[in-house]
């Protein structure tokens, strides 16, 4: 796997990218704004992400993080910019796109009058996956919701809850993760389960974007780390050459 710097106005400059290097960008992100009514959020976010990377947004509250993902997502239009997620561009393709992606957001996005499996079958519908029932049996087993298959969604405990949004989020195989602080709301067993699904998506060459506040989370789940401030990434740097009291260091120096 190929991680690769792209400071802003930092240590490093962002490479100018090679047609062959082109194919293994998975997430492209140029010039996007976002405002809501006449208040701006994101000012101009450039971000990329290569095939199999795990990249780390950090920023304050309120900083616009979860913003970025709904874009990402397809949630919401941008005001300005552009997005390729693997090689389609948004404007164009975003049904396309919606196919690639699998959001955990902090809302579930589930029906809560259906039942763990309902849901499943309904989104997968969706999607077009295929054998549809097993499919969906085997994630709810993946996610320890066995015994949960037939219960309506408004029973399930916050944590049950977000063990099937994951379960929805894989369920078509997306090729980019995109995860609003995946690391609260989970006991220890979820925490470990999250580990396996994400290990075992990046195994399959597939990319991640996740936000945190947990630095210690960051540095250990992350292959480069993004910082998020006054509506710009005005950092994006490898984990490798991070420790914790150099990620809180840079943390106060360039969030605000
Ligand atoms: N639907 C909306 N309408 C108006 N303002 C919004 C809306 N959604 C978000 N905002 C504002 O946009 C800004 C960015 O919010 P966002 O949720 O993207 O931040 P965040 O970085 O994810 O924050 P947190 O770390 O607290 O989750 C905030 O000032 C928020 O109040």
């Known amino acids: ?26 997430l492209e ?19 990329t992400a290569y095939r ?16 970025l993902l709904r874009l990402l997502a397809g ?15 948004m404007e ?12 955990v957001a902090h809302q579930p996005y589930l029906y809560e009058e259906l039942t763990a499996n ?9 999607y077009g996956v295929a054998q549809l029932r097993e499919r969906a049996q085997a994630l709810l087993e993946r996610v320890g919701l066995t015994k949960r298959i037939h219960e309506r969604v408004s029973t399930l405990s916050r944590g049950q809850l977000q063990r099937l949004a994951w379960a929805r989020a894989l369920l078509h195989e997306p090729r980019l993760l995109l995860l609003d602080e995946p690391d609260t709301g989970l006991d220890q067993e979820g925490h470990a389960l999250v580990e396996a699904l994400l ?19 960051v540095l250990r789940f992350s292959d480069n780390v993004a910082l998020l401030s006054g509506g710009r990434i005005v950092t994006q740097m490898p984990t490798a050459t991070l420790t914790l009291e150099k990620l809180q260091q840079i943390y106060q120096e360039k969030v605000r």
């Open 199 to 217: 290990n075992e998506h990046r195994q399959g060459g597939g990319t991640t974007l996740f936000t945190s506040h947990q630095l210690e989370y």
């Open 52 to 67: 199999g990377e795990r990249l780390a947004l950090l920023g304050a509250n309120g900083a616009g993080k979860t913003t």
């Open 92 to 103: 164009r393709d975003a049904q396309r796109i919606r196919q690639l992606i699998g959001f």
């Open 1 to 26: 796997m190929r991680t690769r710097s792209a400071l802003e106005g930092g240590v490093e400059e962002l490479k100018e990218v090679t047609q062959e290097q082109a194919g293994e960008i998975a």
């Open 75 to 89: 949630l919401m239009r941008p005001g300005k910019g552009t997005i390729r997620i693997e090689g389609l561009e």
């Open 29 to 47: 992100v140029k010039g996007l704004k976002k405002s809501y009514g006449f208040k701006p959020t994101l000012r101009a976010v450039n971000l």
């Open 118 to 126: 309902e849901n499943l079958l309904f989104f997968g519908q969706m």
